[in-house]
């Protein structure tokens, strides 16, 4: 498969422009935090762990959306929703956790803007909006119009993003006036984020036919292509395309189960593995705590 994908040249394989928007992004990142703190605050660099967050954010965005990846999710449906899993729930929590303190309060104190973030990152709101536009995202209808249209396809994973940011907030904010979930609260929270976003897998994984028409149409196929593949490239292999059968043993129905597959089973080991983490700080927390009844009885004794 690997070297058909050749064809597409390097501009669609490794993206690089975007690499060079990744680059600038890490570039920034040190400046505002490094020598270029000072002009807005007195606060202390990242931490070593903090920037190896970001940084590794960076370089997981783009594995994402800069490298063969992304042309393979226009390929297979499998790709897309493992680029999805990881774009949505692995990427958000490791900017969450890289970026400084001060600057997450600078954006929460923003006038105009610091009302509305408050307000979507509220739990109940944040878990049902991420979880909504997602499932809706993929419904057949509106999944392959946003593959059809470069514009379309950018607002809505765009959006679909920032939800998946307000939906990570509750659990991972540095903020302490809005840490307001106790370590139980943030378990039933994760947990009710799999319960949600189950059915859309379960939809996908139980379809007996193929439902998108971007992986199963040939003229819907070229058109999600032409979101990662330049035009001219692209004009010049169109006629001897003629569908992602070209890449892939896999029969379309499969592809389509296993990446349901994919996703749920991505989901459940980043919840699982978060859930597993608050769970032994928060017992490390309670054993910690020392009752002071049993030395005091015995200074009276």
Not at 249 to 255: N, Q, S, T
């Amino acid at each position: 498969m690997w070297l058909e994908l050749y064809m597409f040249g390097f501009r669609a394989l490794w993206s690089p422009y975007y690499l060079l928007f990744i680059v600038l992004l890490s570039a920034a990142y040190y400046y505002l935090t490094g020598p270029g703190r000072y002009r807005f605050t007195n606060e202390p660099a990242p931490t070593p762990k903090q920037q190896t967050m970001f940084y590794s954010s960076m370089l997981l965005l783009y594995v994402i959306k800069g490298s063969p990846v992304d042309l393979l999710s226009h390929i297979m449906f499998t790709a897309h929703m493992s680029q999805m899993a990881l774009y949505f729930l692995l990427f958000p929590l490791l900017v969450i956790r890289g970026l400084p303190v001060w600057m997450w309060q600078k954006l929460f104190s923003l006038n105009g803007i610091a009302p509305l973030l408050r307000l979507l990152t509220k739990p109940l709101i944040a878990i049902l909006l991420f979880n909504g536009l997602f499932s809706i995202y993929h419904m057949p209808a509106i999944f392959d119009f946003a593959k059809s249209d470069e514009i379309a396809h950018a607002v809505i994973t765009t959006v679909i993003l920032f939800t998946a940011f307000c939906m990570w907030w509750p659990v991972f904010t540095p903020l302490k006036s809005m840490q307001t979930m106790s370590p139980i609260l943030k378990i039933g929270y994760i947990f009710a984020n799999g319960v949600l976003i189950t059915p859309a897998c379960g939809l996908i994984i139980f379809a007996g036919a193929p439902i998108y028409e971007t992986y199963s149409q040939s003229g819907a196929w070229i058109q999600a292509l032409s979101l990662c593949v330049p035009a001219d490239v692209l004009n010049g292999l169109s006629n001897s395309l003629s569908g992602p059968q070209f890449f892939t043993p896999i029969p379309l129905v499969e592809d389509q189960q296993l990446g349901g597959i994919v996703m749920k089973i991505t989901q459940e080991v980043i919840f699982g593995a978060i859930i597993a983490r608050i769970f032994f700080e928060w017992f490390q927390q309670e054993g910690d705590v020392v009752d002071p009844m049993p030395s005091s009885a015995s200074n009276e004794t």
